[in-house]
């Protein structure tokens, strides 16, 4: 049997215009340390929208506003 490769990480991609949660992809930690950022297609829109990479959560859809 395989072993489950323990650096690969389930990260969620969240549209920098809606703050809406619509992907989730793996990413290598060890490789990519730092955040992805994708332009993939937002239906919601209709058209192509910059993705951030955010912690996989799946009990909520939407991202809180961050406090600075």
Same mark, same amino acid.
């Given at each position: 049997?395989?072993?489950?490769?323990?650096? %690969? #990480?389930?990260? +969620?991609?969240?549209? $920098?215009? *809606? +703050?809406?949660?619509?992907? /989730? &992809? *793996? #990413?290598? &930690?060890?490789? *990519?340390?730092?955040?992805?950022?994708?332009? #993939? /297609?937002?239906?919601?829109?209709? %058209?192509? &929208?910059?993705? &951030?990479?955010?912690?996989?959560?799946? +009990?909520?859809? $939407?991202?809180?506003?961050? #406090?600075?």
């Amino acid at each position: 049997m395989a072993k489950k490769n323990q650096k %690969r #990480k389930v990260i +969620g991609l969240v549209c $920098e215009e *809606t +703050g809406l949660r619509l992907y /989730y &992809t *793996t #990413k290598n &930690t060890q490789n *990519t340390p730092d955040r992805l950022s994708f332009l #993939k /297609y937002n239906p919601s829109v209709r %058209r192509r &929208t910059r993705f &951030t990479e955010v912690k996989k959560n799946l +009990g909520r859809n $939407e991202v809180k506003a961050r #406090k600075h």
